[in-house]
């Protein structure tokens, strides 16, 4: 390891071998080192909060949220807004992620927004359509 970090593969010279990150995240069976990207692994963080939002929007912090940020809408539509705080700024970020993996149930249909909810998953020939309007 002390010569991955001060001499490296091809590198004849003394003193500090200057890495890239995006190369020391590479699998160490590829000489890497495997360090995570700290952008995806917050992001990953914050979509589980993002989760435990959803499935509990009876907690204290999910009323306050929804209270200031997103009174009308669904979590999941929710935007940025004006004066955002760092939490919320932070949560935003992780909700595309989790939009990405999320399903609807229809169950007894109440809950369905014709003209909001994406209906065709994505198509053999193509990206799904965003929504049933035309614009």
Partial sequence: ?????????????????WLNWSDLCVPKSLVGMWFRKFRDFNIAMLGKHVWRLLKQPESLV??????????????????????????????VAAIPTVREGVLHRVGDGSSIRVC????????????????LLAD
């Avoid at 010569?3 to 010279?13: D, E, S």
């Avoid at 999910?62 to 949560?91: H, Q, V």
């Fill in 1 to 17: 390891m002390n010569a991955f970090w001060w001499r490296g593969h091809g590198f004849k010279g003394k003193g500090i071998r």
């Fill in 62 to 91: 999910s009323k306050i949220l929804k209270a200031r940020n997103f009174p009308k809408d669904d979590m999941l539509e929710a935007s940025l807004g004006n004066n955002p705080s760092l939490i919320w700024r932070s949560i």
């Fill in 116 to 131: 909001k909810d994406k209906w065709i998953l994505k198509a053999i020939g193509g990206d799904r359509p965003e929504n």
